[in-house]
């Protein structure tokens, strides 16, 4: 039987594998290989990785695990995981192949739905982001749109107006915002469309201007948008894990779920960055061999 099971080689699982087989345990990561930030072409803000491309991240991440040989890593995706009698889990690969485990990392990420707007895929990850600390850099003092159907909108309105002055907000035919926030957006200088937006143009993923359904064309050479994260994570009702109301799995410190033997690391416990991912993960590896040296130790 395996150690560790970790599902999923973002930051978090491959940190949280990492840590767990530098505790001698057997460690399998299993990873599907489908990372949300597969669009982008570099990664900001992890200390001594900025800029980064995401799948040299990945590569050079493979290597550190590869170097011991208590790791091992497949890639496959897990459709099934099952609590069996003996206080382990049975899981079933989409290969399937059945691999039994005492304990399991959930490190899945999440999967995010654009804006219902034509064409926005080719500029997401190019010229429009979904997180100013990740790219507000890369964009700043430029004329950017946020494109905003959902209510995280003003909140991420305001972080941007640190990044640039020029400013605009499109709902897209949707009405987003309160009276009270369309004058917040009024008074900051900051313009609301809230016309359907009939078209992005520009070349190459850079967005250059955005049609809107009454024919004004604004000129813009980059944005960003809300996205709406989906949360629907399969293992969560299989074995009845415990989540937060916007439907994150819930953790202490350690990763540790309300299942004994199942942690969680990552952006199924709520959206963040690479950094803050890679920490939840070590802090996962790290509870996983706490608990297992607690049950070893022979107390009085
Ligand atoms: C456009 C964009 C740009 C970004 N830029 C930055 C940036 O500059 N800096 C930054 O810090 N963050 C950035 N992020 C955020 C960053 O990508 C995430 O915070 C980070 O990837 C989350 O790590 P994770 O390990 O939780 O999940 P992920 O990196 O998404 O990894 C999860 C892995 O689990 C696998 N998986 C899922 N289900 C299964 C299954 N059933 N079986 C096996 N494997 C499975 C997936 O295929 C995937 O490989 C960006 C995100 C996007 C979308």
């Known amino acids: 039987?395996?150690?560790?099971?970790?599902?999923?080689?973002?930051?978090?699982?491959?940190?949280?594998?990492?840590?767990?087989?530098?505790?001698?345990?057997?460690?399998?990561?299993?990873?599907?290989?489908?990372?949300?930030?597969?669009?982008?072409?570099?990664?900001?803000?992890?200390?001594?990785?900025?800029?980064?491309?995401?799948?040299?991240?990945?590569?050079?991440?493979?290597?550190?695990?590869?170097?011991?040989?208590?790791?091992?890593?497949?890639?496959?995706?897990?459709?099934?995981?099952?609590?069996?009698?003996?206080?382990?889990?049975?899981?079933?690969?989409?290969?399937?192949?059945?691999?039994?485990?005492?304990?399991?990392?959930?490190?899945?990420?999440?999967?995010?739905?654009?804006?219902?707007?034509?064409?926005?895929?080719?500029?997401?990850?190019?010229?429009?982001?979904?997180?100013?600390?990740?790219?507000?850099?890369?964009?700043?003092?430029?004329?950017?749109?946020?494109?905003?159907?959902?209510?995280?909108?003003?909140?991420?309105?305001?972080?941007?107006?640190?990044w640039t002055d020029d400013l605009i907000v499109a709902t897209n035919g949707n009405s987003v915002f309160t009276a009270e926030q369309k004058k917040v957006l009024e008074i900051n200088n900051i313009r609301l469309i809230e016309e359907s937006i009939v078209e992005l143009k520009g070349t190459g993923g850079e967005l250059q201007s955005i049609v809107f359904e009454n024919g004004e064309e604004n000129s813009r050479s980059g944005g960003f948008c809300t996205t709406v994260l989906d949360t629907n994570f399969p293992f969560v009702e299989q074995l009845g894990i415990e989540v937060n109301e916007a439907g994150f799995i819930v953790t202490d410190m350690m990763g540790h779920t309300n299942i004994k033997g199942i942690y969680a690391a990552g952006e199924i416990t709520g959206p963040s960055q690479l950094i803050v991912s890679a920490s939840q993960g070590h802090m996962a590896g790290a509870g996983i061999i706490a608990d297992s040296c607690e049950e070893a130790f022979q107390e009085i």
């Open 1 to 162: 039987m395996i150690d560790v099971v970790v599902i999923g080689g973002g930051p978090a699982g491959m940190s949280a594998a990492l840590v767990a087989g530098r505790g001698k345990n057997q460690v399998l990561l299993i990873d599907e290989e489908k990372p949300r930030n597969a669009v982008t072409h570099e990664t900001h803000a992890f200390l001594t990785r900025d800029r980064i491309k995401p799948e040299d991240f990945r590569k050079e991440g493979r290597r550190d695990l590869l170097n011991y040989p208590t790791i091992s890593i497949k890639n496959d995706k897990i459709l099934f995981i099952e609590k069996t009698l003996e206080n382990s889990f049975k899981l079933t690969t989409e290969s399937r192949e059945t691999i039994q485990t005492k304990n399991i990392v959930l490190a899945t990420g999440v999967k995010e739905t654009l804006p219902d707007v034509k064409g926005i895929e080719q500029y997401y990850g190019n010229s429009i982001f979904s997180c100013p600390f990740c790219d507000g850099w890369e964009m700043k003092d430029r004329p950017l749109v946020l494109i905003a159907e959902s209510i995280q909108a003003i909140h991420v309105a305001k972080l941007l107006k640190n």
